[in-house]
């Protein structure tokens, strides 16, 4: 591949992983002021606040939706065009990358599916329906957060990055995996809305890392993708 392809493929990802960072922010502080956190703890609240706040609940998931393909487009093109010291490795995180992209986007059909449910949140049939679709949603979106955290140990290992930003990757991954962490200390009872809240702000530095990178990648282009 020649250096101008390899600049190309370096924006692209940089732009796709921009993107992704921008969606993702947006949702999030569009969902977590209007309550729509959708924590199955308790699936009737969750249907009377999406039945009462729809329009706010479809834009959120949109953005989440494009936020989590953006990051699917990125980890494709990494996994494409591996270059850099240890292609072996950028190949493998956008591997990584790519299917916390899938695991995401199926996150958010389940939770698509809220929306027709909530068309009576009265039923307790539907509330039934929607605690197994909230509890699937959530656990996905769980191997999501696990997959991005290897990602990202695994793009700072192979990545040619400057000593500070790999750094940077490895402690953005430790608190990722400390995200991912939280539902297990909770047992059977499950997570409550303040610690998926938590869980929400442990995610942030991998968010940010990768828009760090995703600037680099568009502004420096190092042979990375």
């Known amino acids: 591949m020649s250096s101008t392809d390899h600049r190309s493929a370096a924006r692209l990802t940089g732009a796709l992983l921009l993107s992704s960072l921008f969606a993702m922010l947006a949702g ?43 990051l699917l487009a990125a980890g494709l093109v990494m996994t494409t065009r591996p270059t850099g010291h240890r292609p072996q490795l950028v190949s493998l995180a956008g591997g990584l990358l790519a299917c916390a992209g899938l695991a995401g986007l199926l996150h958010d059909a389940g939770n698509l599916a809220l929306t027709q449910l909530a068309a009576d949140p009265t039923d307790p049939a539907a509330a039934m329906v ?20 290897a990602a990202t140990v695994t793009t700072a290992l192979g990545a040619p990055l400057p000593p500070a930003l790999r750094r940077a990757g490895v402690i953005a991954a430790a608190s990722g995996l400390a995200a991912v962490l939280l539902p297990w200390t909770t047992g059977i009872d499950g997570p409550s809305a303040g610690l998926e809240q938590l869980g929400y702000g442990l995610h942030l530095p991998v968010m940010i890392w990768y828009g760090a990178l995703g600037w680099r990648l568009i502004h420096d282009n190092p042979a990375l993708a």
């Open 28 to 70: 999030v502080a569009l969902v977590l002021p209007s309550g729509l956190t959708l924590n199955p703890a308790d699936p009737a609240a969750v249907l009377t606040v999406v039945n009462a706040r729809v329009a706010s609940h479809l834009i959120g998931l949109g953005l989440d939706v494009v936020g989590w393909l953006a």
């Open 130 to 149: 929607a605690w197994a679709v909230l509890l699937t949603a959530k656990w996905t979106v769980n191997l999501a957060g696990l997959l991005w955290a």
